[in-house]
Structures are given as C-alpha cells and as structure tokens.
C-alpha cells in the first residue's frame, strides 16, 4: 500500500471511530471478528495505539520491531488482567493524557533510547488492554474477542511501524511529527473534556 | 493591481462585525462536527491560515513548527476552557492574533524561530480557551476532538499551500497582500470585540 493511501486510511479509520463502548461491536461473523473491529472503531484506543506505533517507527527498524512486539503482548497482558481480576479500570482521564503524552513524544521526535519507547508501549498496552478486559471479558464470547483485539492491535503496529521505519526524507518525517501534535492536541482537548 | 484585488477579496470575506468565536449550541459531538467548528467563526480561519501564510514566509523550520505549536497549545488552551478556567480578554486576543499574523506577513516580519512559536503558541492560548468554553459536552468527545485538531491542522496547511507562491516576486506581492487583509480584518474584529 502506498503511504499517502495508507495515511488516508488511517484518517478515514479515526473520524470514524467512536468512543470506547462497554459492549462489542457486532460484526454478525462472531466474537473473535467482533474484537477485530473494536480498537479500529473506538478512537479512544486507535489513537494511542498509532501514536506508539509511530514513536517506534520513527526510532528506526529495531525499535519499530520491538514494539510490535511488546505492544499486543502488553495489551494482552492487560486485557488478561482486566478480564480475569477485579481490577477497576484506569478512569478516563489517565487514557487522554496517556494519548497527550504519547503524542508529545511523537512530535518531539527526539533519540529516546529503546528501552524507553518499548516501556512506553508496555505501559500504553497494559493501561488500554486493562480497560478492554475489564469491559469486553465479562460479555459472551468477550474472552475470544480479546484475541481479537490483540491480533488487530499487532497487525495495526506492523503496518504503521513498518511504513514509518524506513522513512528518510526529512519531510516524511515532518508528516509523522506533525501527526504526533494532532494526536497530542486531541488527547489534551479529551484530558479537559474528561475532568470537566 | 494584484494585491489590490487580494486584498479586495478578503475584504469581502468580512461579513458581520461581531467576534464570530461563539459556540454553536445543539450540535451533534461528531467527527464532522468538531471539523466543523474550527471553521464557523471567520476570526479563527484567518489567524489559522496567517500561522501558515507567515510559516511559508519564514520558511523551514518555522513552516513546520509554527503549525505543530499551534495545535498543541490551542489544545491546552481548550483544557483550559473546559476546566472552566477564566481567560479574561479572550476576544480581544483572538482579534489581536489576526492583527498581528497579518501584520507580520504583511511586513514579511522574520523574528528569531523562538520568538515567533512563542508568538503563536500564547495566540493559541486565546484560541483554544474560546473553542474549549463552547464545546459540547457528548457522549463521542474523542471523535470530536480529532475533528476538531484535523480541521485546525488543515487550515493551517492550507495557509501553507497558498504561502508557497512566495517563491515569485508577484506571489510575495500578493501574500504581503493577503497579509494587509488579514490585518485589517483583526482590526475590524478588535473594533467589534472592545465596542
């Protein structure tokens, strides 16, 4: 897929995302299709998921590589924990400045080193996947859209990291910062809407 | 005769003498509805191309990084707004920004880099505060907030995209031009906002 393409699709995929929704989005082909669709419609997990998928690819092919990996596996984790302890669930504010701080480091685009991007995405995936597994663990079939909402997760890291990763036109690299400021400035804007 | 017609044309933009930063009551919290509100008040789309206009001018890195401040800051500036923070004076700033923003693109004004992010990040402030007191309170605030920063983030492009024809003497006529109009519409504004 060509970047600008793919950059469409990513901004068609975010304005028509809604807010995290304490039920499955059905598909109508079951449960592990309906946790396919679920970050990809609930723009308040899409976006932190981009803005991590970016900061990894942005720091080049290693790191791009460890997040795609460390950042399902965090959701998982977190997912697990969500579904199977009484944990309550992060309270909405943490989720917008977590998408605020996410899209700072985006925008700055400094040499974090990679232990601290792969931290980020651990602590990113363990906070979001908390709260879909707190909410979509306890409906029928929700432990089997967990899976799904990992594999969509994975699949939607590959693909950003990858495109972002082997960027070298300085310009291209403006486009990614940039994006990471919207995403900084959507989070603050939902930091004050949550604590309003 | 070319920046006369400009200026002529954004001229004719300015419509009614009010501030037109008012909240739209009533509208649905959507993705087209937060891009739509950054767009309803002439006051911010003029501030919001001049930050590009002016970033062309000045070329890289401010082409850039004047439109990556401005977001953010507006946003904070939002927070604020929402938080219920007071702002005193937030129109008047918002018809200074224009004021300003078209003066120095008028004057291809060339400031230290830090001088002109801060510049536009406290304009942003004014910005933000009066878009975050008149948003919606709604059950799809995320989808709304990213509407609302694409389409800012968009008129900032688009300032950038027309600032591009400062590389031809009659494109710099012409953006000095367009600068005067803006300027004229901030002062216009500043009449409206303090009478």
Do not use: K
Not at chain 2, 25 to 47: I, K, N, R
Not at chain 2, 65 to 74: D, Y
């Amino acid at each position: 897929m060509r970047r600008p393409t793919l950059l469409l699709a990513a901004l068609v995929l975010v304005a028509t995302a809604r807010d995290a929704h304490a039920h499955l989005v059905n598909t109508g082909f079951g449960p592990f299709y309906d946790g396919l669709a679920h970050p990809l419609v609930v723009v308040s997990d899409l976006l932190p998921a981009l803005a991590v998928a970016l900061l990894g690819g942005l720091r080049g092919p290693g790191t791009g590589r460890a997040v795609v990996i460390a950042l399902p596996v965090a959701w998982l984790a977190g997912m697990a924990l969500g579904a199977a302890t009484a944990l309550p669930p992060p309270p909405p504010a943490s989720g917008a400045a977590l998408t605020a701080l996410l899209g700072v480091l985006v925008a700055s685009d400094r040499p974090w080193p990679r232990a601290a991007v792969v931290g980020a995405a651990v602590v990113a995936g363990v906070a979001l996947g908390l709260g879909n597994g707190r909410e979509l663990g306890a409906v029928a079939g929700g432990r089997v859209a967990l899976v799904g909402v990992a594999c969509t997760v994975f699949v939607l890291a590959s693909i950003v990291a990858g495109q972002v990763a082997v960027l070298r036109a300085r310009a291209a690299r403006i486009v990614v910062r940039v994006a990471g400021s919207w995403v900084a400035a959507t989070g603050l804007l939902m930091l004050g809407w949550t604590l309003r | 005769m070319i920046p006369a017609l400009a200026s002529a044309s954004a001229f004719s933009w300015l419509g009614p003498l009010t501030v037109l930063a008012h909240a739209r009551g009533g509208e649905a919290a959507s993705f087209l509805a937060g891009a739509g509100h950054p767009v309803s008040g002439l006051d911010h789309v003029l501030a919001m191309v001049a930050v590009g206009l002016w970033g062309a001018q000045l070329g890289a890195p401010a082409v850039w990084l004047l439109p990556v401040t401005f977001p953010v800051v507006m946003a904070f500036g939002g927070m604020l707004g929402l938080l219920g923070v007071d702002l005193p004076g937030a129109e008047i700033g918002i018809a200074v920004s224009a004021l300003v923003l078209g003066a120095a693109v008028l004057a291809e004004w060339r400031p230290p880099l830090a001088v002109a992010a801060v510049l536009v990040g406290a304009f942003a402030v004014f910005h933000g505060h009066a878009h975050g007191t008149e948003l919606p309170a709604g059950a799809d605030g995320f989808a709304y907030s990213v509407g609302f920063v694409v389409s800012t983030g968009l008129l900032h492009a688009a300032g950038i995209a027309v600032g591009l024809v400062h590389r031809w003497p009659a494109g710099r006529a012409a953006l000095r031009a367009a600068g005067a109009g803006v300027a004229a519409a901030g002062a216009w504004f500043l009449w409206g906002a303090v009478t």
